[in-house]
């Protein structure tokens, strides 16, 4: 089962986003990455995407303690695609990067994070995919799923 879909950082863009990180918390993200939809239907499943890659934005950075990651600002070719609904306030996250947690926090709750401007935008390369979860495993798939 699709457990999210989004942008995932590998490689060089994956290192630039660790070296950029101000703050490493005990916990590193499974998967560095931007998610544009949770527990996505099949009519969220943006096949014509997968595994393209698209050049990102770092914007901002915010760490308190508990949860570490960045702003980002992605393409104007896939602002439609975007749909990370916070379904506490009923509105759109921001987009966003969680790179590291503390032990006693959440990934999703980066998205509380005050981000601060960086003083100059860093540009990296995501790759759209997806994440499956399975009864016994969890990994990223770049693969068509319907």
Same mark, same amino acid.
């Not at 393209?52 to 104007?76: D, M, Q, R, T």
């Not at 499956?132 to 969890?138: D, S």
């Given at each position: %089962? !699709?457990?999210?879909e989004?942008?995932?950082?590998e490689?060089?863009?994956?290192?630039?986003?660790?070296?950029?990180e101000?703050?490493?918390?005990?916990? %590193?993200?499974?998967?560095?990455?931007?998610t544009?939809v949770?527990?996505?239907?099949s009519?969220?499943? *943006?096949e014509?995407?997968?595994?393209?890659?698209?050049?990102?934005?770092? !914007?901002?950075y915010?760490c308190?303690?508990k949860?570490?990651?960045?702003?980002?600002?992605?393409p104007?070719e896939?602002?439609?695609? *975007?749909?990370?609904?916070?379904?506490?306030?009923?509105? %759109?996250k921001?987009?966003?990067?969680? !790179?590291?947690?503390?032990?006693?926090?959440?990934?999703?709750?980066?998205?509380?994070l005050?981000?601060?401007?960086?003083?100059?935008? !860093?540009?990296?390369?995501?790759?759209f995919?997806?994440?499956?979860?399975?009864?016994?495993?969890?990994?990223?798939? *770049?693969?068509?799923?319907?």
């Amino acid at each position: %089962m !699709v457990s999210y879909e989004g942008l995932f950082f590998e490689g060089e863009s994956k290192n630039k986003i660790l070296e950029l990180e101000e703050r490493h918390l005990p916990i %590193m993200n499974d998967e560095l990455h931007c998610t544009f939809v949770y527990h996505p239907t099949s009519k969220d499943f *943006y096949e014509e995407l997968i595994g393209k890659e698209y050049k990102v934005k770092l !914007v901002g950075y915010a760490c308190n303690n508990k949860n570490s990651g960045f702003l980002i600002e992605i393409p104007e070719e896939l602002i439609k695609y *975007y749909k990370n609904i916070d379904r506490d306030q009923n509105k %759109m996250k921001k987009p966003h990067i969680t !790179v590291s947690i503390s032990k006693d926090s959440e990934p999703y709750l980066t998205k509380n994070l005050n981000f601060i401007p960086l003083k100059t935008p !860093v540009e990296i390369i995501g790759k759209f995919g997806y994440w499956i979860k399975e009864e016994e495993r969890e990994y990223l798939s *770049y693969e068509r799923q319907i």
